[in-house]
Structure formats: C-alpha cells, structure tokens
Nanobody, 121 residues
Framework: HVQLVESGGGSVQAGGSLRLSCAAT????????MAWFRQVPGKERERVAT???????TYAVFVEGRFNISKDNGKNILYLHMNSLKPEDTAKYSC????????????????WGQGTQVTVS
C-alpha cells in the first residue's frame, strides 16, 4: 500500500526556515507529479508547490521565492525547503502523489500523507 509520511514540522520564528520531508513507500516519486499542500482548520486546502517527473517545479504565488520543492529519487523522498517563513505560513503541510506525470498544477492527487504541523510566530 502507498504510504506518504511527512516529517520536519515544528515551531519557528518569523523569518526562519524549515525543511519538510516526505518519505514514500509503495510509490516511486520519480515517475509522477508530487506536491505539497497546506491547510488551516476552517479553510480549504491550498496547493503550495509541485514537482514533475522531469524535475520541473511550480509554486503558489504566496510562497514563490521563499520555498523550494525538490526530491531525492534514489531515496524516494520529497522535500520542501521553506525560507523566510511568515506567520501566515502556519498550517498543516501534507505531501501528495499523483497518478500522472503531467500536468502537476492540479488538485488531482491520489495519495496523501497525514501531514506535519508548521507553526510560525
């Protein structure tokens, strides 16, 4: 069964950085779109960043220039480097895997992790 397990969340001060990881089992991340989403209670889930099988990346406007999505295909791990964090970045961040390799800037992701909480103060 496909499992996505996030780690690296925590509490940081505004302007700080965090690196989130998503370890995948039962799914080869190099073959499909991968993405990070975030959600605040009471609000709809937001797409943060995606990365395709070729390594092509896309970002939401509210994180562009601050966040970087990457992956280690050998380790089958997806990353999200978050820099210059703002209080409004506070949310539960989840990684997701698609069934397709293109397009990636969609909400059509088949597999989801439980999420890791990021709190910025």
């Amino acid at each position: 069964h496909v499992q996505l397990v996030e780690s690296g969340g925590g509490s940081v001060q505004a302007g700080g950085s965090l690196r989130l990881s998503c370890a995948a089992t039962g799914h080869t991340i190099s073959r499909t779109c991968m993405a990070w989403f975030r959600q605040v209670p009471g609000k709809e889930r937001e797409r943060v960043a995606t990365i395709g099988s070729t390594g092509y990346t896309t970002y939401a406007v509210f994180v562009e220039g601050r966040f970087n999505i990457s992956k280690d295909n050998g380790k089958n791990i997806l990353y999200l480097h978050m820099n210059s964090l703002k209080p409004e970045d506070t949310a539960k961040y989840s990684c997701a895997a698609s069934l397709v390799s293109f397009p990636c800037w969609t909400n059509e992701y088949a597999y989801w992790g439980q999420g890791t909480q990021v709190t910025v103060s």
